[in-house]
Every structure is written in C-alpha cells, then in structure tokens.
C-alpha cells in the first residue's frame, strides 16, 4: 500500500509506462485496459502499475469526491473476468486537502500474455496500445521463467499431436481472441497455444492446461483427469448401483457431458399449485449443481492426485468429492469470501467457454439457489487432501415419504 507521500511523488512525476491518471470516474473499459497492461508489465519492471483516477494532466487533484461505490466498481473489475488471466490489484482511497484520489495498484502477472476481451493490452512509454505479434511472443517467453502455478507448467513428454487442433481453432480460439486479431494473425499453431499458456514454447510440449482443456485423452498424462459419476439405491455406498459412469475427455466434452448427466438425473416434474396452476419441482437447483461441481474441476489437485472427482447420488443426499484441500489464502474459517486459484489458465479457460459468468461468487449463487428451491444449505467438510460438498434432497427434507425414482 501506498504511503500518501508516495502517493504524491507518482502525482507530480510525468505520466510513465507505470503511472496513468484520469478525472473519469465510469470509463469501466478504459480502466480495464490500464489495468491489463499494467498486469503484462511489458517494460519487465516487476513492480506494480498505478491508475491515478481524480488526478489531473497536470498532476493535481480535480476535487472528487471518492465513494464506496466507486471503490467496489473499480475491485469488480478484477472478478469479472474480462481480463485472463485473473488481475493482481488493490484500491485504496485516498484524502488530499483538495480532493480525493482513488488508487487502483496492479501488480505484475507471472502469466502474461494478460488480455482485456481478446486483446493484449501494454504501456508504451507514457500511452498504451495493443501488443503486436513479437509483443506478444516475448510476454509468452518470460512466462517460462515465472510460472509456478500447477497447470501452467510444461507436460514434459507430450508434444503437439496430443493437442485437438481443431478443438482449438474452432470451438476456443474464437471464443478467447478477439476476430481482428485472427484475422491479422500470422503466427504459427504453437505460438498461438503459447499466447493462451496452453503450451511451453521453451520446453516444446503442451502446458498442463492445454492438456486438459485440448487434449485428445488426458487421462494419459493426467490420471485422475476425470468425473466418477455413481448412483445409488440407497443412502450409504454399501447399498445397490443403480447407474454409473465415467466422464473423460477434453474439457469442452467433459463439460457438456457433466450437464447432460445432471439434466438426465434432476428432471423437473410439475407440482399442483391450484386446480389450473402448476410449478415445476426439482429435487436439487440445477444451477448449485453445476456450480458445485464446476468448483470442483476448476480448482482440484491434477498433478498431485490420480484420484477422480466423485459424483455420487444417493436417494437422500449428493456428494461432491474434490481431490485437493484449500488453496493459497483460503482458510476454512473465510471460505468462501476469500478465492485463490490454484489452476488459473483452467479457471480462465472455463470464464472463456462461458462455463463461469463471474469470479469468485459460484458458492453464493449455489447457496441461494439451494435456499430458493427448499433445500438446507451445502454442507462442506475441509480436508488436507479433499474437499467435500454435501447437498440434501429437498424431498427428503419435506416429506416422510419415498421419492419417485428418476
């Protein structure tokens, strides 16, 4: 955090590659590129970047009056997830005796190539623009010397064939690269995948990420890269299977498969109201489904486990069993206002395929989607190897009857 000396150098000195000042307030799509190119720090000072908003040209305050709803406008910024990979930043406030400045810190990315909607943003001196095709090679090359995350490392022993190239072109790369940039594109396939961290240009193979989200079967490098999915008669895993099956693949085809899975077993069916009025009824809210589950591919361990997920269904209850305990700064007493990302080219990759709308917010949505549809809120039971998500059956819950069979 910024000292209010410190602050008032960065205000007096010329506007640089990691200062830029502004008097707007609601520009959300120029703060977001200021925020983007700060992350790719192109200038490789490996320290933070600062958007100066209440300052003017001239270095001075213009008078602003900053609010708390300005502060959470500008933290938003960072969960939307319209810049991949997800930001570093704080925002502070501060007092000035002739008005207020609110200070938006970016920190350096160790994933760069960072995009806002599709483009690299960078600082060229004391302006910013879109970084062209060497721009954007020499971000993806000092990614080599930084990463640490687990699916952004190099799958050492794969090469290219174990990537669906069409996979890429057609279903993710429109979906990540804004249409002019393809358009313009003249690079080669592995530099394309190394742009989106899919794959290590240094070590020539596939990143870990680019494995599981394109690759052809990924349980080959990845043993546990895949959804045990069972269902049982009863309450407890000694009673009869009903149905089981495997879900495996690339992630596109895992995704699809899992909502097709949980459409199959969660129908909705009508429930009388009055005599001309009906509501449809489901045993569990789709959308905490989905949630839970997307959680759980999004952030388990890949490297460190061959154990799947498991997806077991019981007449009473569902159990979501993630490899992995909490990561980074999460804690089980701030679980889950405090996110962390132990995968985040996998985190990304789902924001892009439009399997997650917003960062951070999945469980809440699955909470009150749960509270809405009569069900008891997600139990959570935190271990050093495993997270697990229980969920009630709200049928159970209402009525001491047997539940019809789907």
């Known amino acids: 955090m910024l000292t209010l000396e410190e602050l008032q150098h960065l205000m007096a000195d010329i506007e640089s590659d990691r200062i830029e000042r502004t008097i707007s307030t609601d520009n959300t799509d120029k703060f977001a590129k200021a925020i983007c190119a700060f992350s790719n ?5 490996r320290c933070p970047g600062y958007l100066l908003i209440g300052v003017k040209d001239n270095g001075l305050p213009n008078g602003l009056q900053v609010s708390d709803r300005l502060l959470q406008n500008l933290a938003a910024i960072r969960s939307q997830g319209n810049i991949q990979p997800l930001p570093a930043l704080t925002v502070q406030k501060y007092s000035l005796p002739n008005g207020d400045v609110a200070v938006v810190e970016v920190f350096p990315s160790d994933l760069p190539p960072v995009r806002y909607k599709g483009r690299v943003w960078i600082r060229v001196g004391p302006g910013r623009a879109i970084a062209n095709e060497t721009e954007e090679r020499l971000l993806s090359e000092r990614r080599t010397t930084l990463i640490s995350r687990a699916d952004a490392r190099p799958c050492i022993g794969s090469t290219l064939e174990d990537i669906s190239l069409d996979l890429f072109r057609l279903n993710y790369l429109p979906n990540a690269v804004s249409e002019e940039i393809i358009e313009e594109n003249q690079r080669s396939i592995k530099e394309q995948l190394a742009s989106l961290r899919f794959y290590d240009l240094e070590k020539d193979c596939p990143s870990y990420a680019g494995i599981l989200i394109l690759c052809k079967n990924p349980k080959l490098w990845l043993s546990g890269a895949y959804i045990q999915f069972v269902r049982f008669a009863g309450t407890t895993l000694t009673d009869q299977i009903e149905s089981e099956q495997t879900l495996s693949g690339d992630l596109i ?14 129908p909705h069916r009508p429930i009388p109201q009055t005599i001309l009025r009906e509501k449809q009824f489901s045993c569990y809210p789709t959308t905490a489904l989905r949630e839970f589950l997307i959680n759980a591919v999004m952030h388990r361990w890949y490297e460190e486990s061959t154990a799947p997920i498991r997806f077991y269904w019981f007449t009473d209850h569902i159990e979501i069993q993630s490899p992995g305990g909490l990561y980074g700064e999460v804690t089980p007493e701030n679980f889950p206002r405090q996110t962390a990302y132990r995968n985040p080219v996998l ?5 892009t395929l439009g399997y997650v709308n917003k960062f951070g917010i999945g469980v809440q949505r699955a909470q009150e989607a749960l509270k809405k549809n009569g069900n008891p809120l997600a139990e959570f039971e935190f271990k050093p190897t495993y997270v697990l998500v229980t969920v009630r059956n709200v049928h159970k819950i209402k009525s001491s009857t047997k539940p019809d069979r789907f």
């Open 41 to 45: 720090d192109f200038p490789n000072h």
């Open 253 to 266: 085809t895992v995704l699809r498969d899992l909502d097709a899975l949980i459409k199959l077993h969660n």
């Open 347 to 351: 985190a990304e990759a789902m924001k």
